[in-house]
T-cell receptor
């Protein structure tokens, strides 16, 4: 049984600070890792993908992957109120035919 | 370019009825996946189709079925609806079976 674990929150961060979101996964053969943002009542929006160990930066977002520790994180710099949403961590095995396995999501609140 | 489209947006059914949900992928994408998201949970994988063939199936009962058409659009069918089938049904389009891009979803309510 593949599992993806996230702290459900809410995680409250002051505007302008760094928000740090964490995720662990159980399946060691997972090879692709994703972060989605989901606003209330909307569908998930892909914001980051990462496939190899280390950091990947895109604008204010940085994804970090440590396969040995089975750990993925997302950092949001200069947090804005518009970043307030639920952040979903998702993983996929090498073949991809099993689809994405999601965590329950972390509810992030950016306080103005 | 248009993103993933899904229809209908909302649907209300009663227990025991049948429902068909539709999805059109991003132009050029040949793979479509279906997910079910109940309130407070992450999406759960139902099916994946690639080049009109089923490539993966999640842990859902046989009441759930799907197919993909020659133009790569897809249908998800659910028979004998239960109250627990009430959820947001998401279609995702992807290429090379990696990054998946979600449509707006169909919100199904079963009464």
């Amino acid at each position: 049984q593949k599992e993806v674990e996230q702290n459900s929150g809410p995680l409250s961060v002051p505007e302008g600070a760094i928000a740090s979101l964490n995720c662990t996964y159980s399946d060691r053969v997972s090879q692709s890792f994703f972060w989605y943002r989901q606003y209330s009542g909307k569908s998930p929006e892909l914001i980051m993908s990462i496939y190899s160990n280390g950091d990947k930066e895109d604008g204010r977002f940085t994804a970090q992957l440590n396969k040995a520790s089975q750990y993925v994180s997302l950092l949001i710099r200069d947090s804005q109120p518009s970043d307030s949403a639920t952040y979903l961590c998702a993983v996929k095995s090498g073949g991809g035919a099993d689809g994405l396995t999601f965590g329950k999501g972390t509810h992030l609140i950016i306080q103005p | 370019d248009a993103g993933v489209t899904q229809s209908p947006t909302h649907l209300i059914k009663t227990r025991g009825q049948h429902v068909t949900l539709r999805c059109s992928p991003i132009s050029g994408h040949k793979s479509v996946s279906w997910y079910q998201q109940v309130l407070g949970q992450g999406p759960q994988f139902i099916f994946q189709y690639y080049e009109k063939e089923e490539r993966g199936r999640g842990n859902f009962p046989d009441r759930f079925s799907a197919r993909q058409f020659p133009n790569y659009s897809s249908e998800l069918n659910v028979n004998a609806l239960l109250l627990g089938d009430s959820a947001l049904y998401l279609c995702a389009s992807n290429t090379r079976l990696r990054e998946e891009f979600f449509g707006p979803g169909t919100r199904l309510t079963v009464l």
